[in-house]
């Protein structure tokens, strides 16, 4: 299983940037996605979720409105998409896979990818 994150870097407040998880080792449809972050001193926190189908999101009260998460099933790969980033999004970003059924859970990290938003 790999969950590799590219897209992060320095950028200025107001500013875009998109990451990109390309998943591989699962079956990529049947699992949820989502991206999480971890600021200097705190602790990892979801930003956004997709299920597996695309169906339904979900985004932090802190992140509404700006990120965008999506996904492509065939290519599999999970997107977010930041706009009018602030330097309080700065942290580095977790690709996650999940997955649950019955009493069963799978689980998949990536390795990060820093994001830092400063002029």
């Known amino acids: 299983v790999q969950l590799v994150e590219s897209g992060g870097g320095l950028v200025q407040p107001g500013g875009s940037l998109r990451l990109s998880c390309a998943a591989s080792g699962f079956t990529f449809s049947t699992f949820d996605m989502s991206w999480y972050r971890q600021a200097p001193g705190k602790g990892r926190e979801l930003v956004a979720s997709?299920?597996?189908?695309?169906?339904?999101?979900k985004y932090a009260d802190s992140v509404k409105g700006r990120f965008t998460i999506a996904r492509d099933n065939a290519k599999t790969t999970v997107l977010l998409q930041m706009n009018s980033l602030k330097p309080e999004d700065t942290a580095t970003y977790y690709c996650?896979?999940?997955?649950?059924?019955?009493?069963?859970?799978?689980?998949?990290w990536g390795q990060g990818t820093q994001v830092t938003v400063s002029s």
């Open positions: 997709i299920t597996g189908a695309g169906s339904s999101t």
């Open positions: 996650n896979a999940n997955r649950r059924w019955g009493l069963a859970e799978r689980d998949y």
